[in-house]
């Protein structure tokens, strides 16, 4: 092996340990993953533009903990592709789709929307998109929307980011978002609360169990959030912009 190689292969093995701890792989399963996830990531063109499994992170936290603001400023800032699965399904109801009047009534309600919808309309989004990293904000919500996501687009994400935010500030940001939304009303938010009890926060703990998880502090401004948000993605890219 050249010296040229070696090196690479040791650099990328550390910046693939340093993004994924847990990381079991060695040997040539290594230098597949490297191959197709970080090399092909950095070609522009021809056939070698989108990645052939595309990077995926899931954004999770409490209704207002500021998923949506913060994947702003991630999109912004390092060239990801931002999906909000409550913006898609708000959408299907606008768009008069068969699934709408149903979609409109369990928002309303709090609830979760049946998995194999809400996973179809992100499977839809990667696939027309031209980029190959994307931010699932609010997905999933449930066991039942992971094992639909790992069915149906066939991957895991590559890390999840959580906003750990109080109760209290989540239901403040919430009813004075003032975006017209259906479900920012306070019977709807208490809701919408105990779902994430019940049903998101035990899908962080499965991704914690796989050491995924980058758990952030959602209390402080926007911009002390995002500085605690940007390291994570700065080590995934070499300009901010790739
Ligand atoms: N760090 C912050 N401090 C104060 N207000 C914030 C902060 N981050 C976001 N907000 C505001 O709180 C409200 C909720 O934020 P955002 O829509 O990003 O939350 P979310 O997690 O996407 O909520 P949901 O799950 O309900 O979509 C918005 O009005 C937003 O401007
Ligand atoms: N995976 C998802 C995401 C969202 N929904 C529904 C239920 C939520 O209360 C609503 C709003 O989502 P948000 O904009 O707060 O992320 O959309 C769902 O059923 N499944
Ligand atoms: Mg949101």
Redo the contacts with the bound molecule.
Sequence with gaps: MRWSSIFLSSLSRSFHRRLHPQSTLNGFEFAQHFFTTEILSSAKEGVLSKRMSPFIAFVLGG?GSG??TQCTKIADAFGFTHL????L?RKEILSNGENGAMILD??KE????PSEI?VNLIRRAIETSENHKFLI?????SDE?RIAFERIVGAEPDIVLFFDCPEEEMVKRVLSRNQGRI?DNIETVKK?LKVFHTLNLPIVNYYSGKGKVHKINAVGTVDEIFEKVRPLFAAFSNNGKD
Excluded at 84 to 87: E, M, Q, T
Excluded at 110 to 113: D, L, S
Excluded at 137 to 141: K, T
């Design positions: 209704p998923k949506g909000s699965a409550g913006d399904l369990t928002i709090g609830k979760i929307v809400t904000d609010g997905f999933p919500r929307n479900d919408r």
